[in-house]
């Protein structure tokens, strides 16, 4: 039986999937999250022709060099201008205040003098009205975010000046990570000559929560069926992800266990490198589960090309695989039957692989930042020829 392709693979998960719902995140709890609905003015920024300067709010036609304004009011940022300006007349004005009715431009402080209750223009050649008319910067109705949007500072900055205390966002996904093996300790912990330390578990958290989830860690569980449903049952997750016990060794237990218990399969298996032991089903409770291999490159590769896009479709937004054309650097023997991802240096558009592609190398991923991907049977190529590769997320 052929083994899907990446991308097949994918779009059979992300059929598989429903997008989770909506919640209200408070403006300070919002970036990374993802709009569930769009952010609309429902007001003019700023509501009034605004000075962008401190100094004197005038009449264009009395905005002559020389000319002796008298000083009839002041507006400060808050408050009402309070007076109106005619012919003659100019108002001490602040930077961010409304212009006072009938002043069309500011004179800067610095381009004038006062004298008591007069003000004396200097020469103004040049020089800007300085001000900031009303929904310069957007306007009632105008639509300012669109759903679907990851938020960032400045996204938020924008629904704040919105007067936005609050945006309906998707809720982000709770992702159980259940990493499985008797080799396994926690960092940290005790660990005889026969144990490793879990890699793949802090690794993946950090990624859930780069990709917008929130990463649960369920207890470790030895290669026994009853410890990996124990460590699964009655946990709150919207998907699991398990990691090692994929692959066909009489102690890679995960997936009989969990299809015991009532999971159903969608992929078994991709023609992919690092990786190719990775699936995706259902739970018999019709949660999403993600099997991922315990080998810490082919979960961490498999993160980026099936993890992101699942957590992308929960979230309800798109993804797209991030890549871009690189020169390489090194030459490249030809590609065996699966899609590689090969573990590189980018930089300024020239990539070079990294010597040694072994998916047990945590090494070589922490000195990575770019993957270079090779088709099936791609045929050898020199240094210079052009090449695709993605930049990771745990790469950014
Ligand atoms: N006869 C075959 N053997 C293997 C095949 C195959 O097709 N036929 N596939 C190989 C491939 S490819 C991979 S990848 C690995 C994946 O195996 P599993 O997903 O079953 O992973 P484990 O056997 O549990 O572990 C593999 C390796 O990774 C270490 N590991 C596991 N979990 C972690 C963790 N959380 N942190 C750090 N390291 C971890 C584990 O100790 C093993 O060394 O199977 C091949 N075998
Ligand atoms: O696919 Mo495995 O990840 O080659 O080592």
Redesign the pocket.
């Known amino acids: 039986m052929s083994l899907p392709t990446p991308a097949e693979a994918r779009s059979r998960m992300l059929q598989a999937l429903a997008p989770l719902g909506a919640e209200e995140v408070p403006l300070e709890a919002a970036d990374g999250r993802v709009l569930a609905e769009p952010v609309t003015a429902i007001r003019d920024q700023p509501p009034y022709d605004a000075s962008a300067m401190d100094g004197w709010a005038v009449r264009t036609v009395d905005a002559v060099s020389g000319a002796a304004l008298s000083i009839v009011g002041e507006s400060a940022a808050g408050h009402d201008a309070g007076a109106h300006i005619g012919p003659g007349e100019a108002v001490r004005i602040f930077t961010g205040a409304a212009l006072p009715p009938g002043a069309d431009r500011v004179v800067i402080q610095e381009q004038a003098r006062r004298t008591g209750m007069t003000v004396v223009l200097d020469d103004l050649a040049d020089a800007p009205a300085y001000v900031r008319p009303r929904g310069g910067d957007f306007r009632a109705q105008d639509g300012l975010l669109e759903a679907g949007l990851r938020l960032n500072p400045w996204r938020i900055a924008l629904a704040a000046s919105a007067g936005r205390a609050t945006v309906t966002c998707t809720s982000r996904p709770r992702v159980g990570l259940l ?3 008797d ?2 300790v926690a960092p940290g912990d005790a660990a005889g000559d026969r144990h ?6 802090p690794a993946l958290a950090a990624f859930i929560a780069r990709c917008g989830g929130l990463p649960v860690a369920l207890p470790r569980a030895r290669d026994t069926d009853a410890a990996i449903l124990e460590a699964v049952a009655s946990r709150p997750f919207d998907l699991l992800v398990t ?7 009489d102690h ?1 237990r995960v997936k009989p266990a969990l299809k015991s218990a009532g999971a159903q399969l969608v992929v078994e298996g991709i023609a992919v490198r ?4 990775t699936w995706f089903g259902h739970l018999g409770d019709g949660r999403p589960v993600l099997g991922l ?4 490159a ?1 979960a961490l590769v498999c993160a980026e090309l099936f993890l992101a896009p699942v957590l992308a479709g929960l979230q309800g937004i798109a993804w797209a695989e991030p890549l871009e054309a690189a020169i390489l650097d090194t030459d490249l023997p030809a590609n065996g039957p699966r899609e590689h991802y090969m573990r590189a240096l980018v930089s300024e558009g020239r990539v070079r692989v990294l010597n040694d592609q072994d ?2 190398l945590v090494t070589v991923m922490a000195a990575a930042n770019a993957l270079v991907r090779r088709l099936p049977h791609a045929p050898p190529l020199a240094a210079g020829a052009k090449v695709h590769v993605t930049r990771p997320i745990w790469a950014t």
């Open positions: 990493s499985t093996g080799e396994l490793i330390y879990d890699t793949c578990t990691i090692g016990g994929a692959s066909v060794g890679d690092p990786g190719k032991p291999p315990g080998n810490p082919s998916s047990s």
